[in-house]
């Protein structure tokens, strides 16, 4: 039987990843490692975890500790077969305000656990991110491909940027069996409400305007995160060793477009009446990201399903309409960190 760790599976794209494997793929034992952080929450995996009293081997077993505490992950590493890394700080606004932390997670916590897998011998795939490559104008029509070069543009881009960097440098310097994944914005269910799609679903739940930064017009490249976690569990089945693979459901529009979209679902379908407000730009802010995932396709066959965008914008905001005890004790504390920074 596989035995996979799964770092930061209690977030967002994690914990959709643990239970995509336990749905389609149940003979495969998990076991998470999380420091549950603001952003992670062990009641998005919580019905998957195995009691303490069940001496059943193929439910998942969590972890509360970090990726950089050098002992824990030795020791759990040694018992894997693989490594799945999601565990991250991931959000820009923050970064651009505390950047430290995420230098300490994106970096040394990627560098602990490749020195673990290294110890090992074990097979790693590592989550990353579309804004290693910077952005293009919004009128472009340019795609990144694998073989873009790197521009990040944000903390948070430039501390994605160099984990990738150090996950070639493991597999050429020390043969590591390690594979990347740069992904576009993803959305569905347990994304933070301090991203764009569930805080602005949330603020027009909660009575608040919807926030829109700059003049809206930024563009982003959506896919539904159940599309991103089949393609990592493409990559990490079927993918070359030392490939990069660029995932995307080429669904780039302008975060107007997709707040007008969520706007109707709203008024029609959740007796909603949502008023928006245009607030400063993040600093330094990309203005479109859109990837070419020809490679993936064409080699692994993946492709995305879930490809109605207005469709899947509906079940999510039904989703977060219906789970308010998720997210509901932390909306004043968010829109008061928002408040702050005049966002
Ligand atoms: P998230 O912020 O929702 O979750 C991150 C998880 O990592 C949380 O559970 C948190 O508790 C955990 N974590 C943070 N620091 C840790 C540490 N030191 N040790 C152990 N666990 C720790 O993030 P997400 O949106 O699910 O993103 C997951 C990964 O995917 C990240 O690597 C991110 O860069 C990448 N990614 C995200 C997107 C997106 O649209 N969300 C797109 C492309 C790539
Ligand atoms: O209230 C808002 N209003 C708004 O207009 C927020 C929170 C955001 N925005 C804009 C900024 C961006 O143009 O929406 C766009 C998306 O913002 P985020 O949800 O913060 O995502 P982004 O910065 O694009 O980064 C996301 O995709 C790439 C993830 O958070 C990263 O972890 C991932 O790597």
Not at 35 to 63: H, Q
Not at 315 to 336: G, H
Request: net charge negative; hydrophobic share 35%.
């Amino acid at each position: 039987m596989e035995t996979l760790l799964v770092t930061g599976g209690a977030g967002f794209i994690g914990s959709n990843f643990v239970h995509f494997v336990r749905n389609h793929h149940p003979d495969t034992k998990l076991v998470v490692l999380d420091a549950l952080t603001y952003a992670g929450n062990l009641s998005n995996i919580a019905s998957l975890l195995r009691p303490a009293y069940s001496s059943s081997d193929k439910r998942v077993e969590f972890i509360h500790g970090s990726i950089n505490d050098v002992e824990l992950v030795d020791s759990i590493v040694q018992k894997v077969d693989a490594v799945v890394h999601f565990a991250a700080e991931s959000h820009n606004d923050k970064a651009i305000v505390s950047p430290d932390i995420f230098f300490e997670t994106n970096v040394m916590g990627t560098l602990t656990l490749l020195k673990a897998a290294q110890r090992y011998d074990v097979r790693f795939h590592h989550i990353s991110t579309d804004e290693v490559y910077g952005d293009t104008d919004i009128n472009s029509q340019e795609l990144f491909t694998e073989d873009s070069p790197y521009k990040p543009s944000s903390p948070y881009a430039a501390s994605k940027a160099a984990s990738d960097h150090m996950v070639r440098a493991w597999t050429r310097t020390y043969g590591l069996k390690a594979t990347i994944s740069n992904c576009s914005n993803n959305f569905g269910a347990y994304q933070h409400i301090e991203k764009f799609i569930p805080r602005a679903i949330t603020n027009a739940l909660c009575g608040i305007p919807i926030k829109l930064y700059g003049d809206g017009l930024a563009m982003r490249d959506w896919i539904h995160v159940e599309d991103q976690c089949r393609a990592i569990w493409e990559i990490l089945h079927n993918g070359r060793i030392g490939q990069t693979y660029l995932v995307s459901a080429q669904c780039v529009v302008n975060n107007k477009t997709v707040i007008d979209i969520l706007c109707d679902i709203m008024r029609t379908q959740f007796d909603c009446d949502p008023c928006i407000q245009y607030v400063r730009d993040r600093a330094g802010a990309d203005r479109r990201y859109a990837l070419n995932p020809q490679k993936i396709r064409q080699e692994l066959g993946w492709k995305p399903e879930h490809t109605q965008f207005s469709r899947e914008l509906e079940s999510v905001v039904r989703w977060y309409s219906s789970n308010e005890d998720w997210w509901k004790s932390e909306k004043s504390r968010v829109e008061e960190q928002y408040q702050i920074l005049g966002q």
